[in-house]
């Protein structure tokens, strides 16, 4: 199937309903893009910067946050000057651990940035690496199951429960999910579904693990979009323009829809349906390309 307007609605319908499941956006569109002989370089592209209408429905679903994060933010940094200034002969962890719990703003979005640092330098060291050697149908196939292993064993550590709202994740907590996102540099590992594993290992309630990752997607893939979008550019024509522009509204559009029912869907249940599902569908993978 050649890329267009149709093809557009596909992936932007694949995007929207898997980037924020833990089930592999990636592995997805992998897959589907080799069902309908959608590959090579285009398709990588594509497949990288359709996640734009995937952010955008992050930030729209979740801007009165946004705001009020970085409106407290901003205000808190001037605190923490205030308290450097007056610090004296206090030891700089005692300043810190003070600050942490009187300037939560703050060090929540720090712990974000430094959340998004170890993906980005593994990212930046292998990609290349990872594009040529990895972005196929059996790598896509053991990773799904292998992930879905790993969130079996992990929800039934759910007694580790320490923490139960989102700004109560320090930088401590932020490193070891920002650690754990490296496992989706793997296709079919899936972004989402490491990033709350990750959360979960760290003491996050189910709800809590969710929404940080919904918060980290948006410094890692905007800028590993806008970096993709800026190195391909001149691979696009304007027609591959329009039909980029129609996938990024379609994956908005179903992305909003899948991050309000997710959020409602874990406070109640475990993530032991998406397991299974990977599991079923990568031994499906598996058998079809063997």
């Not at 929540?108 to 593994?122: E, K, M, R, T």
């Not at 179903?254 to 029912?261: G, L, N, S």
Request: aromatic share 10%.
């Amino acid at each position: 199937m050649n890329w267009g307007p149709e093809l557009a609605i596909i992936l932007g319908i694949i995007e929207g309903l898997t980037e924020f499941l833990p089930v592999s956006s990636t592995g997805h569109l992998i897959l589907v893009g080799h069902a309908l002989g959608f590959t090579g370089d285009i398709a990588s592209n594509v497949e990288i910067s359709i996640q734009l209408g995937s952010i955008l429905a992050i930030i729209a679903y979740e801007r009165t946050k946004l705001a009020s994060l970085a409106s407290h933010a901003f205000r808190e940094q001037r605190d923490f000057r205030s308290l450097v200034a007056a610090r004296g002969t206090a030891p700089w962890t005692t300043l810190i651990q003070q600050s942490i719990q009187a300037q939560p703003n703050l060090w929540f979005v720090i712990g974000l940035g430094l959340a998004f640092l170890p993906a980005a330098l593994v990212g930046f060291l292998a990609h290349k690496s990872i594009k040529t050697y990895l972005f196929s149908p059996t790598t896509v196939a053991i990773s799904l199951i292998v992930g879905g292993i790993i969130i079996l064993v992990v929800e039934r550590m759910q007694d580790r429960v320490r923490v139960k709202e989102l700004l109560q994740v320090t930088p401590r907590l932020a490193i070891w999910v920002g650690i754990a996102q490296c496992a989706s540099l793997i296709p079919g590992m899936s972004r989402s579904g490491s990033t709350i594993v990750g959360g979960l290992l760290a003491g996050l309630d189910r709800r809590v693990a969710t929404e940080y990752s919904f918060f980290l997607a948006l410094p890692t893939m905007i800028i590993a979009t806008i970096y993709q979008m800026l190195k391909s550019q001149a691979a696009f024509s304007q027609d591959d323009y329009v039909a980029l522009g129609i996938g990024l509204v379609v994956s908005f559009a179903v992305a909003w829809a899948v991050i309000a029912a997710f959020l409602t869907y874990v406070q109640r249940h475990s993530l032991s349906v998406f397991a299974y599902y990977r599991m079923v569908l990568g031994v499906i993978v598996l058998l079809v390309v063997r």
